[in-house]
């Protein structure tokens, strides 16, 4: 993606990564506390200087908190989820507080964060976790998921050679429900 500014072109990846870049300055090992769907309160853990995945971007707030407005229809109590680049678990733990049967998936080096806000929100029924690498799918690499209702990836494009390997993995998914 290129974005044409006065001062000529800029690759919006180098932007993103400059981002993130800051925004692992700015903190590190934090908790914070969200409130979602009016009045569940959600505690995550983060460590932004550990990955991408390891603190919560904007969009999962933005998401949540449209999540009523842009789904009017659907009640997530029930659904089968798959969350792909789950990160900390926000989006996930949240759906799951709603009934949902999740699943989040990450990278090796994010699911230790993620089963702590996991085990700290999510006593009674806590979503599964699956390891998943964008960059390792295969046809077999998805056989112990079981089937489910909806792919949900908040904010998962950060790297523009993470592109295709993003919609291979979605595909698959797809191909896997």
């Known amino acids: 993606v290129v974005s044409t500014q006065s001062t000529g072109k800029i690759k919006m990846n180098e932007l993103l990564k400059q981002l993130h870049q800051e925004r692992l300055i700015r903190s590190n ?24 995945g390891s603190y919560v971007w904007d969009c999962s707030c933005f998401f949540l908190n449209s ?8 009640s997530w109590k029930g659904q089968n989820i798959i969350e792909i680049g789950s990160g900390v678990g926000l989006v996930g733990i949240s759906l799951n507080l709603l009934g949902a ?8 080096v994010v699911i230790p964060l993620l089963q702590r806000n996991i085990e700290q929100n999510c006593k009674d029924s806590p979503p599964k976790v699956f390891e998943l690498d964008w960059l390792k799918v295969d046809s077999t690499s998805l056989d112990d998921l079981e089937s489910f209702d909806f792919i949900v990836g908040i904010e998962l494009v950060y790297d523009e050679k993470l592109f295709l390997p ?3 993995t979605i595909t698959a998914l797809y191909e896997h429900c």
Do not use: A, H
């Open 101 to 108: 049967n999740v699943t989040l998936t990450e990278r090796s």
């Open 29 to 52: 090992g934090t908790k914070r506390r969200y409130t979602v769907f009016g009045d569940r309160e959600v505690i995550i853990n983060e460590n932004p200087g550990e990955s991408v």
């Open 67 to 74: 999540i009523e407005s842009l789904f009017p229809s659907i």
């Open 166 to 168: 993003i919609v291979s």
